[in-house]
């Protein structure tokens, strides 16, 4: 196919704008951002949260500008209500906030029990075109060995509820709670996967398709693939670096002439080894027998498979923007420095999103 589309999704954290306090105000300004334009924001499990999503892109700049804009119209409608965004994959310090007030989350609270009440997380949601179901479960068996790396590029998530949790990503272990979440098998075709979505509504795991949390699934509203395992970014710059990989990798993966197959087990394990160490240590590469690497050098090796996929300009943008990570670190080494000494009210300010 031309040029795949790629469009992302991204949930922040409402605080106060003068202390680290959690601000149950997300419809309000979710609300009011929504009513300047067409763009897409919605609100989300907890009251304390907001989430957009950009339009479909084929070109990596025009990414960019339009999730500068979205960020920078629900930066300013939180601000005047004496708000801010931030971008952190779970909440570093202790906060309470309310489940939204609609029947679905009315119903997956009475439905999931602690498990709602405990979640208070933040992802980026990555959509690539696909042309056709058939490719999506080819692109979703596929793509499993490569989440790893996209997990430990984007960790963001270092601290929870008042603690240094020892991970880089925390949000992935909280999130593990739900029933549907995580690593996949392998699906022989599409009328497989709809067996194993259907089954897992049917047995009340999920309330809905919406609810089937897999790390990687066919989106119920679009042709595309969509890849789930990312926190929130801090900067527009590596939620765009991260989205162009994963093009890359949809676009890599579609026209491979055969895929490594690897179990399950092994990769929730390579997913968890990500989620603990981020960049900062060695990863597993699963592209034979498993073994551990040094984290560039699998993110260089996932740039190797993916480069003969990606146009001239998206190779420029995705080593440019790789070669940004390195220098500057993944979100959680930016909140771990801020927060050198315990400050969490700084690991908060350091995820904060200003207006540009």
Sequence with gaps: MDTRTVGVEEEFLLFDADAARLVDLGPAIVDAAA????????????????????????????????????????VTAAQERGTRLVASGTCPVHGHTATTDTERYQQMAARFAATERRQLTCAMHVHVEIASADEGVRVLNGLRSWLPALIALSTNSPFHAGRDTGYAGYRRLVWGEWPTSGVTGAFADPADYRRAVDGLIAVGAARDEAMIYFDARLSARYPTVEIRVSDVCIDVEDAVTIAGVCRGLVDAVATADHTHEVRPELI??????????GMTDRLVDLSAAPRLVPAWDLVDSLLGFIEPALTGADREHVGRGLARIRQHGTGAQRQRAAAEGGDLAAAVASATLEKT
Excluded at 46 to 57: C, D, I, R
Excluded at 268 to 277: F, I, P
């Design 268 to 277: 929730e394990g390579a997913c968890w080894r990500a989620s603990r160490w």
């Design 35 to 74: 009513s300047g334009d067409d763009a897409q924001f919605e609100g989300e499990l907890k009251k304390a949260q907001a989430e957009l999503a950009s339009a479909p892109a084929t070109d990596l700049d025009e990414l960019t500008r339009d999730l500068t804009e979205q960020r920078r119209t629900l």
